[in-house]
């Protein structure tokens, strides 16, 4: 099995930066890829971004495009999103996910990823 771990949340004024961790361990030679999933209160949980674990491909939201990123650090087992130029709107709490599945559902779908980490609350004020 695989767990998740995230960090890195917070409060910051729009414009600001955050930079989320979350630490995989367990089976962790077996992820395919992995993810980030937003939910703010009263919403569906959405995607955010994605990555293969060991390779270079990415995704985006579009709304995130340009000032987010995300990494790997397979020598640490770690994913993080680099959050730049953050918006109100970007105040969820943000999960990430660890997927087996090397097919199936879109990388953008929670139906894909097996693994969820408790997730990590942002705050952008206005």
């Known amino acids: 099995q695989v767990q998740l771990v995230e960090s890195g949340g917070g409060l910051v004024q729009a414009g600001g930066s955050l930079r989320l961790s979350c630490a995989a361990s367990g089976r962790t030679f077996s992820i395919y890829s992995v993810g980030w999933f937003r939910q703010a209160p009263g919403n569906e949980r959405e995607f955010v971004a994605a990555?293969?674990?060991?390779?270079?491909?990415?995704y985006y939201t579009d709304s995130v495009k340009g000032r987010f990123t995300i990494s790997t650090d397979n020598a640490e087992n770690t994913v993080f999103l680099q959050m730049n130029s953050l918006k109100p709107e970007d105040t969820a709490v943000y999960y990430c996910?660890?997927?087996?599945?090397?097919?199936?559902?879109?990388?953008?779908?929670?139906?894909?990823?097996?693994?969820w980490g408790q997730g990590t609350q942002v705050t952008v004020s206005s």
């Open positions: 990555k293969s674990w060991t390779g270079s491909t990415t």
């Open positions: 996910a660890a997927s087996q599945k090397t097919y199936g559902p879109t990388w953008r779908s929670t139906e894909r990823y097996d693994v």
